[in-house]
Each structure stands twice: as structure tokens, then as C-alpha cells.
């Protein structure tokens, strides 16, 4: 059955053009099984393949979007900007095009999981890292497309999915870009959007684009990935108001409440970023995606602490040198990146230094004694500094060994230590024995 039959219902409309029904074939090739969900704008369904063994996504403008100005154009818009971002933290777009109906179609590939808001809703807060490596995933993704020129600017949990790998660990996915807008003259496409008309979820809005200013930039991302941040990290928005024009005055001139306020066990430095991201003068707040990673990496996990490497190269920025690896203080993470430098002769990404954190109160490592080293192979003085620390279950730094020439071997000279004693002995008993003679005489 084609996309065009009328002897079926279609998915959850009744106006005509009609939208795709359950077990109707869109361009020719992918049967409509199931509803995955529906918003204001789109449908979105899971299909199969008919001749593949594969599942998709396709999302279908509804028909009374579809009369909306420019509804039409936008959803283009949106394939355009997904397709001509490579990173694996967007959702791939394999194919688009119009049914018949004249609705325009966009099949993705099909994601397993759930999105942020869900997994807050279900779960709670995230433990600080999850949040961290979440946001950083996803920061991969808009760090790309500012550099192409594409502002989001309608970030928010709902439209960061976390997906899952193969082999288990998960993929954040950065959806809709539909709102994206060009930031340079010689980005792939222009805006739709009037400067005086606002458009996009007004909990994640920055001042300036509540207010509609021209030239929105990368820093109005920066605000919606800090508010995101703040809620995954609390379970709260750090503004909250029932009337929009009530939000609206509250994101434009009220400090938010700092997120310890709502949960206590919050690094005080990951607060300070957060409060950052959420100043209301765009000068104010890190000026750039690398900026922000590059303030996010000490809370980060192992796999964050390449996201932020990731990037910075992207964005055209040195990467930060990297602080220890997180092995939580574990004997056993300990005793795996000790090995591991044993055999291999470095472990971090560092270019100087293998790192690793010892266990607290874990009496430290007998070290043999070594022979001298020449200067130029001596520690460096920080290096050095640290080593006292290590008692405490402080960071310890391990610089890479450097090459040292063989040394040179001398035969010592063969010692006379045993006759020179037998003459000092002998020397003291004559001495003695005249000053006793002397002491008679007297």
C-alpha cells in the first residue's frame, strides 16, 4: 500500500493532506509500523525497510504546519543542517524528500533510549559526571556546528537523546535543529526568523533572545547548555514562572539561586560554571564551547576528558593540558594504570606525564634506590613538589622516563683500608705507652 491510500486512517489527523498510516510504504521502500511521537509541527514514526533488514525514523510535517509561512522551509532547513554536521552526536539523515501529498519527509536513523528530560523525570538528578560527560557529548556536536556557522538556539533536554553503542556505553544525540539560525554571511543558509519575533522554549531563552536582538551568536548556546546543565544536575530550572512574560522578566533581571541551594554535594567550582553560563550579559559567560569544556574538564570522566580534546581541535584550539585521570581512589584503579605504565611507559593522553590518583591513606610505595641520574634526566621541580602529597592520597605525578645514555663502567681502585687502620692503631699504642712512661719518670 502506497503513502497516498485513502482507504486507510490517517496517523492521528484528519485534515487533508493526509500523513502516513500504520502499514502504509513511504517512498517506496519503508513501511510505517508504529507512532513514535507527535509535537505541534511533526509526526514521527518508525518504519522498516522493505527489502533491509533495517529500521528507521521518519518525521513528517503535519498538515496544519505545513500552512504555516515558513513551516516548510524549516523543516528543510533542519535536514540541511543535520547532514552537513559529521559528528556522531547527531541524529544521521539518510534520506528526504515530499509525498505525494506534498507533506516533506525526513528519514533518520532510528535511536534507542531517551532524552534527558525523561531520565530526569524517571530518575532524578544525574550523578555529576553522567551530567558532565552528558553535556559535553552533546557540546561535540554544537561546538561543530558553530564553526559552520549554525546557532541551535533551541537546546533543551528534550532535544538531547541519549542513545546507547553497541558495546553498551552511552551516545548523546543533539535533535532539531529546525530553529537553527546562521550566524555569518557565508554560513549554509540564512535565517526565517524577523530580529523582532521570538521563537524557541522560553525556560532555556537567553536575555537576548527573549528580547529578539540581532546577531544572536554561539553564546546564547552557551546560556541553554548552562540551564540544562543546572537541571540535570538539580532536578529544577533555574527559572521557574507559570506566565511566560513572568519568565521572560525573571531570565532577563533575577540572579538564579545558586544549584547548591537544591543539592548540597555540588563541587563548589562546577556551581561557579554553571553561574557563569547564566550571566545575563553575554560578555559575561565563557565566550565559546572550548571555553566552556575547557571549565567543565576537572569534573569530567575519562571519556568527557576526550570530548574536551575533541572540541578543542574542532573549534581550532590547543587542547588544556589534562589533570589527573579519574581513577576514583581505588586500589585496584590504581594498581591497573601503575601496570599499565610499567608496560607501556605512559597511560594519559599527556604528552610529558603518565598521572594517576592513589588510594587516601594508602602507605605509600617502597621505591629502590636508584643509581644517580644525570641533571639533564632529573625530575621537574613541580614533579618533585608533588610527591609529598601522595601520603595524603593526593594527585602524584609521574613524568615519562627520559632516554638515558649507558653509563660508562670504571673500576673503582682497590682500597687500602685495612693497612692504613693497622698503622693508626699502632701509632696511638706508641703514644700511649711514652706518655705513660713519662708520667713514672715524673
Known amino acids: 500500500m502506497s503513502t497516498e491510500s485513502a482507504s486507510k486512517s490517517p496517523v492521528g489527523v ?13 517512498a517506496g521502500k ?39 509561512g515558513d513551516a516548510v522551509e ?26 505525494e501529498s506534498g507533506l516533506p519527509y525526513m528519514v533518520m536513523e532510528l535511536l534507542t533510549g531517551a532524552d534527558l528530560q525523561e531520565i530526569v523525570r524517571q530518575r532524578g538528578p544525574l550523578p555529576v559526571a ?14 561543530e556546528a558553530h564553526v559552520l556557522g549554525i546557532i541551535h538556539r533551541d537546546l533543551k533536554p528534550a532535544n538531547i537523546f541519549v542513545a546507547t553503542r553497541p558495546d553498551g556505553s552511552p551516545l548523546v544525540k543533539v535533535l532539531d535543529f529546525g530553529l537553527a539560525k546562521a550566524a555569518r554571511a557565508d554560513a549554509l543558509y540564512t535565517s526565517l526568523t524577523a530580529a523582532n519575533v521570538i521563537i524557541g522554549s522560553p525556560f532555556y531563552m537567553s536575555p537576548e533572545q527573549i528580547r529578539g536582538l540581532k546577531g544572536l551568536d554561539a553564546r546564547t548556546d552557551i ?34 539561586a545558586p544549584p547548591r541551594w537544591h543539592r548540597s554535594e555540588i563541587p563548589a567550582g562546577l556551581e561557579a560554571v554553571v553561574l557563569q553560563c547564566l550571566e545575563k550579559k553575554p560578555n559575561d559567560r565563557p565566550q565559546s564551547v572550548a571555553d ?27 587542547p588544556p593540558p589534562r589533570p589527573p585521570s579519574i581513577v576514583e581512589g581505588t586500589e585496584k ?51 618533585l613538589a608533588e610527591e609529598p602529597n601522595a601520603r595524603n592520597g593526593a594527585t602524584v605525578v609521574i613524568p615519562k622516563p627520559a632516554p638515558m645514555p649507558p653509563a660508562p ?15 693508626v692503631v699502632a701509632v696511638v699504642a706508641l703514644v700511649v705507652i711514652a706518655a705513660v712512661l713519662a708520667l713514672r719518670a715524673w
Request: charged letters at 20%; a neutral charge; glycine letters at 8%.
Open 14 to 26: 484528519s485534515a487533508e493532506p493526509k500523513v502516513p498510516a500504520l502499514g502504509d510504504v513511504v
Open 30 to 68: 519503508y513501511r510505517v509500523e508504529r507512532v513514535i511521537g507527535k509535537g505541534g509541527m511533526g509526526l514521527v514514526v518508525e518504519a522498516q525497510h522493505t527489502t533491509l533488514p533495517q529500521r528507521v525514523a521518519i518525521k513528517i510535517l503535519l498538515p496544519e504546519a505545513a500552512k504555516q
Open 74 to 99: 524549516r523543516f528543510l532547513r533542519e535536514a540541511r543542517a543535520v547532514v552537513s554536521i559529521q559528528s556522531e552526536h547527531v541524529a544521521r539523515v539518510m534520506d528526504l524528500g515530499t509525498l
Open 130 to 143: 553522567q551530567a558532565i560527560d552528558a553535556v559535553l557529548q552533546a557540546s561535540e556536536a554544537i561546538a
Open 223 to 256: 546560556w541553554a547548555l548552562g540551564v540544562i546543565l543546572y537541571q540535570i544536575l538539580t532536578g529544577k530550572r533555574p527559572f521557574e514562572a507559570e506566565a511566560t512574560h513572568a519568565l521572560f522578566l525573571m531570565i532577563g533581571g533575577d540572579p538564579p
Open 292 to 318: 566552556l569544556a575547557r571549565l567543565l574538564l576537572p569534573f569530567a570522566s575519562e571519556e568527557g576528558r576526550i570530548s574536551v580534546e575533541r572540541i578543542h581541535r574542532l573549534q581550532g584550539v590547543a
Open 333 to 383: 584503579g590504581a594498581a591497573l594504570e601503575q601496570a599499565a605504565w610499567q608496560a607501556f611507559g605512559e597511560v594519559s593522553m599527556s604528552d610529558n606525564a603518565t598521572t594517576l590518583r592513589q588510594p587516601a591513606k594508602a602507605p605509600p610505595p617502597e621505591v629502590p634506590a636508584a643509581p644517580p641520574a644525570p641533571a639533564h634526566a632529573l625530575a621537574a621541580p613541580a614533579a
Open 409 to 423: 663502567i670504571v673500576e673503582a681502585p682497590k682500597s687500602s683500608s685495612r693497612g692504613l687502620v693497622g698503622v
